[in-house]
T-cell receptor, first 110, second 114 residues
Framework: SQQGEEDPQALSIQEGENATMNCSYK?????LQWYRQNSGRGLVHLIL?????REKHSGRLRVTLDTSKKSSSLLITASRAADTASYFC??????????FGQGTRLTINP | DAGVTQSPTHLIKTRGQQVTLRCSPI?????VSWYQQVLGQGPQFIFQ???????GRGNFPDRFSARQFPNYSSELNVNALLLGDSALYLC?????????????FGQGTRLTVV
């Protein structure tokens, strides 16, 4: 079963705009990770945020984690056409077992 | 350095057949995990192996099995294939088996069962 649920399921924005995706989960976690997947290929790790962290940045990415609400958000600033992909949150439930949500399909329009 | 490599990239099998998928982890990585991703869904955990021992198993039938070799490469075997086994099978490797570590994924094997 899927633990994480991403919202929205699909998002279409103009190049240069910011994209925000949300993830909710159900159980206690060790960490939460965000991955990108291009056209049904392999997953690319974007960022990991530990359960005792509230916010983390990596380049144009900003991730927040609210363990009291069991939710996380991924913000991509100044979007580019190359950011078009599906984005998944994954919670680590037990060592190395990742539980993924259904993903957000992000489309960046030129 | 090479990333996680999976073979084959695509495969078509008939219902009832058996299939073996292969994964080579990043050099130095001892942990390999397998995931199944059905179209339109997120990946689902199948197995994790560390140091050749099974460390975790997801909610999959016994038709699914795996093993890890002394060089840390791994095989996923699926017997008696069903149409519903059609999916992208992803392999992930990491340096260690404990939490808070990054997993690196291969490009996957797309299995089609007809």
């Amino acid at each position: 079963s899927q633990q994480g649920e991403e919202d929205p399921q699909a998002l279409s924005i103009q190049e240069g705009e910011n994209a925000t995706m949300n993830c909710s989960y159900k159980t206690s976690i060790n960490n939460l990770q965000w991955y990108r997947q291009n056209s049904g290929r392999g997953l690319v790790h974007l960022i990991l945020i530990r359960s005792n962290e509230r916010e983390k940045h990596s380049g144009r990415l900003r991730v927040t984690l609210d363990t009291s609400k069991k939710s996380s958000s991924l913000l991509i600033t100044a979007s580019r056409a190359a950011d078009t992909a599906s984005y998944f949150c994954a919670t680590e439930v037990g060592a190395q077992k990742l539980v993924f949500g259904q993903g957000t399909r992000l489309t960046i329009n030129p | 350095d090479a990333g996680v490599t999976q073979s084959p990239t695509h495969l078509i099998k008939t219902r009832g057949q058996q299939v073996t998928l292969r994964c080579s982890p990043i050099s130095g990585h001892k942990s390999v995990s397998w995931y199944q991703q059905v179209l339109g869904q997120g990946p689902q955990f199948i197995f994790q192996y560390y140091e050749k021992e099974e460390r975790g198993r997801g909610n999959f039938p016994d038709r699914f099995s795996a093993r890890q070799f002394p060089n840390y490469s791994s095989e996923l075997n699926v017997n008696a294939l069903l149409l519903g086994d059609s999916a992208l099978y992803l392999c992930a490797s990491s340096a260690v088996s404990y939490s808070n570590t990054e997993a690196f994924f291969g490009q996957g094997t797309r299995l089609t069962v007809v």
